[in-house]
């Protein structure tokens, strides 16, 4: 939803996100969505794909450490495509930041079924760059998605340059 800053720790910036408005009772948080926020496969990225991401992270199928870190919210719930609520059950002076960290998944690509074997699965993603191959343990090549639509936002000016990047996996520190 949003995007932290390296050089502010208490700060985060809109991406997916256009805007979000902290409730005065500071019990809530709405978030409303960038139109022009596309998955690569060039579909919206809706409320209802936040919403069943929170929920995916958050279920029994997913590891602990989601449930822990969103252990304050109580829900969510989608007022349109654009717009979605998060309810917190405490004040947390963080908690709309914390939420604003939510990776998005496209619900045509990961369903609660196949979440657990999803990792051998290329995924359809929103960021700068689409997996081009990989090989598990061993390596990932990355290319730049020229049609990327937040690389004009302030967040992303002047980032992901590269067309191309490879990274190699080495499991004996020797050879690493």
Known sequence: LMTRSLDEPSSSYALVAESYTLADDELSVTFTLDKSARFSNSQ?????????SFELLTSASAH????IYWSDIK??????????IFFFKRKNPELHMMIGDLPIFSRD???AENFP?????IPIASGP???KDYSIGKYIIYSRNKDYWAINKPSRKHM????????KYYKDMTVA
Do not use: C, H, M
């Not at 602990?64 to 449930?67: A, N, V």
């Not at 829900?75 to 979605?84: K, L």
């Not at 074997?117 to 699965?121: F, G, L, M, S, V």
């Not at 992901?160 to 990274?167: G, K, T, V």
């Open 109 to 111: 690509w990961l369903s």
């Open 117 to 121: 074997n999803a990792t051998k699965k």
């Open 129 to 131: 760059y689409d997996i």
């Open 75 to 84: 829900g969510a719930r989608v007022i349109n495509e654009g717009t979605i």
């Open 44 to 52: 919206p990225i809706t409320a209802f794909d936040v919403k069943y």
């Open 64 to 67: 602990p450490q989601y449930r």
């Open 160 to 167: 992901y340059n590269f067309d191309s990047i490879s990274i």
